[in-house]
Every structure is written in structure tokens, then in C-alpha cells.
């Protein structure tokens, strides 16, 4: 059966979900999946403070619970980072910074740190428990050339949740250093272990959440979305097929403390890669599966590449 196509203002494509009173179309213009009607921005900033940044008690809490896992990420990504910037005062910016703990290793590598966060207890967290320098506000049109170039920008679980992704990178764009890089880390949604365990378990899409994920993206449309922009993708990957567990038989799905379980599992693989120095080989793992679709959240790296 041919799918139903759907059209709202200048966004169109074929209906790949539908929830609560929002379609997920595969955008035609966009070259991304996303739900329409799209929300007024406006009206997913009252979503933000009042419903979603005032949970964040636990989203401290098992961030830093998550630290020794959190770590090895992090290094990782300074370590490419560090790779391709090798100039001394080096400027990081984190679009979305959270509890800060991603900027916490760059200021303990060295990098010169601020951080974006709307939230107000994380911008509390941040800036008065690990004391980084952190705007307490959204990146946007109004602000964001007012603190000057950067050598990277991270954004780490921020494109899915905003109305306008290539606004934002394209800002980011413009302050980004000549040669500096733009490092995006998203879920990795309508993957190939999401469609078979729904099928499989005949269960519906339980990563489509209208209002707190807006877009849904994979390694095909993020590259291509940052392509447009302007940046050459240099570097691709992911992490832990977390699906795998359901196909196992642990319906995680709806149920926190299994969810908890589980995620303690794949942090346990991954720390234990890298107490025994594996690490690297872990990556080529995470590499070798991003190259086949799979990974619960991928990364992509761009670098700003200026003609001569
Ligand atoms: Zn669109």
C-alpha cells in the first residue's frame, strides 16, 4: 500500500507516524523526518519552562550517576577534537550544555568553555556546582554573535528537540572558526533494530514524542542537513544498539527501572572496554554498526572548510 503523503505550509512528504495530534513526515523540503504542524517556537519555550526543564531533578541526577561512562565519551570527542584543532587557546561552545559535565572535561583538557542552557536548574548546576561560564538563556537570533568565534560547537540532543535545525547550525556556522568543527549528536530514530522490534513485539513507534522530539534524524538526513550548511562531514559515529535488549527479551519500553537496568548494562561494556584499554577497538565497533545504520544515538562532525 502507498503511504499517505501530507502537506503543511511549505513542508511535505509521506506520513512515516502519526501521534497524539501530530503527523512524522518524511520532509521533502526539509530532507528530514519531522512532525507537523511544527510548534511556534514561542510556544515550545512555555513547554520547556513549564513542563520539561522542571523535571530535571532526575536528568541531574543520572548524569551524574552516568560521570565514569559519561567520561570515556567525552574524551573521546576531545580526542578528535584535540586531532584537528592544534592551535593553543582553544574555544569550545556547547549549544545545550545541561549539567555541564561534557564542558567540565574540556576545561580539565585545557579548552576554553561556555555553555548555552535554557534550563534553569541545570544552568544552577553548571555554573554554581562545577562553576563553568554558562549562559543562562536559549542560543538565538538575538545572541548569538555577541561572545565571539569558537574553534568547536557541540550539540549534543538539541536538533531534535527545536523547530528550526538548520537555522541554528547555520548560525553556528557563522561564528565557527575557519578549519573549527560542528559536533551533533542526535537519536537515531527509525533505525532498522527500532522497525523490527516493532514489528516483532507489535508495538507502535515509542520514540515518536511530539512536543519534546520534534525531528528525527539519521546518519543520511544529519549529514546531508550539515552538507547544506556548508560543512564536510570528516567523522561518523554511534553507540550501543540498545534495541538489541528488546530482541533479547527485555521490554524496556514504558518501564524506567528495567530501562535503569539496561543502561547500566551497556555502560558496564563500555567501561570495561575501557579499563582494559580497548577503547579504540570499541570505537571500530561503534564505527563498523554507524556504517549499517545502527547505534541508539549517532554523532556527526563536520568541519567548516573555506575555499582558498
Ligand atoms: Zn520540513
Partial sequence: MDKMKKSWKN?????????????????????FKHIIPLIDAKELDQYYQEEFYLNADHYIKHHTEDIEWGEIEYNEKYDIFD??????????????????????????RGWDVLGFEPGRPAYEFSSQELNLNIINQPFSYENYKNFGC????????????????????????????????ISVSVPNDFNPLQEIACNYLDKEPWWVVPKDHIN?????????????????????????????????????????????????????????????????????????????????????????????
Wanted: charged fraction near 25%; proline fraction near 3%; glycine fraction near 8%.
Fill in 11 to 31: 513542508h511535505s512528504g509521506e506520513i512515516v507516524n502519526s501521534k497524539e495530534d501530530f503527523d512524522v513526515i518524511d520532509c521533502e523540503s526539509c530532507l
Fill in 150 to 181: 569558537f574553534d568547536i560547537i557541540h550539540l549534543n540532543k538539541v536538533l531534535e528537540h527545536i523547530t528550526n535545525p538548520r537555522q541554528l547550525l547555520s548560525f553556528s556556522f557563522e561564528i565557527l572558526n575557519p578549519s573549527g568543527l
Fill in 216 to 308: 528525527y534524524f539519521n546518519f543520511n538526513s544529519l549529514s546531508r542537513l550539515m552538507n547544506s550548511i556548508g560543512l564536510e562531514v570528516i567523522y561518523r559515529t554511534s553507540n550501543f544498539p540498545i534495541e538489541l535488549f528488546l530482541l533479547m527479551g527485555d521490554d524496556y519500553i514504558g518501564n524506567n527501572k528495567l530501562g535503569r537496568e539496561i543502561h547500566a548494562k551497556r555502560k558496564n561494556f563500555d567501561i570495561a572496554m575501557a579499563k582494559t584499554k580497548k577503547t579504540k577497538f570499541k570505537r571500530e565497533i561503534y564505527n563498523q554498526l554507524a556504517d549499517i545504520g545502527l547505534g541508539r544515538e549517532i554523532t556527526v562532525i563536520g568541519k567548516k572548510i573555506i575555499p582558498k
Fill in 83 to 108: 586531532q584537528q584543532i592544534s592551535k593553543k587557546n582553544k574555544r569550545i561552545l556547547d549549544i545545550g550544555s545541561g549539567p555541564g559535565y561534557f564542558l567540565k572535561t574540556g576545561v580539565e
